[in-house]
């Protein structure tokens, strides 16, 4: 059974930066994507940045495009998202998620790390 694991949230202020990271552990073969996603309180789940398996395409949502990079070292299991330039709205819970059985299908994700950016 694959796990995620996120670390790496913290209290930063506005301007700042973070750098999450998202090691995978567990028997995993193969897989199709990786991402990000975030929740603030009392809104829903949203979608932050991917990256496939393999070659460098990655994709991001309006909202943190520009700011944030996501990034992965197969070799090490793990996958980041180097948050720059975050403001007050940034603050959530962020997941890591994997695509690991059918493409575009969000199917294991981590327990999430809490991101608070205040002004």
């Known amino acids: 059974q694959v796990q995620l694991v996120e670390s790496g949230g913290g209290l930063v202020q506005a301007g700042g930066s973070l750098r999450l990271s998202c090691v995978r552990s567990?028997?995993?073969?193969?897989?199709?994507?990786m991402g990000w996603f975030r929740q603030a309180d009392g809104k829903e789940r949203e979608f932050v940045a991917g990256?496939?398996?393999?070659?460098?395409?990655?994709w991001y949502s309006n909202a943190v495009e520009g700011r944030f990079t996501v990034s992965r070292d197969n070799a090490k299991n793990a996958m980041y998202l180097q948050m720059n330039s975050l403001k007050p709205e940034d603050t959530a819970v962020y997941y890591c998620?994997?695509?690991?059985?059918?493409?575009?299908?969000?199917?294991?994700w981590g327990q999430g790390t809490q991101v608070t950016v205040s002004l």
């Open positions: 998620a994997m695509q690991s059985r059918v493409p575009r299908n969000w199917d294991t």
């Open positions: 567990g028997l995993t073969f193969s897989y199709y994507a």
């Open positions: 990256i496939l398996s393999a070659g460098s395409n990655t």
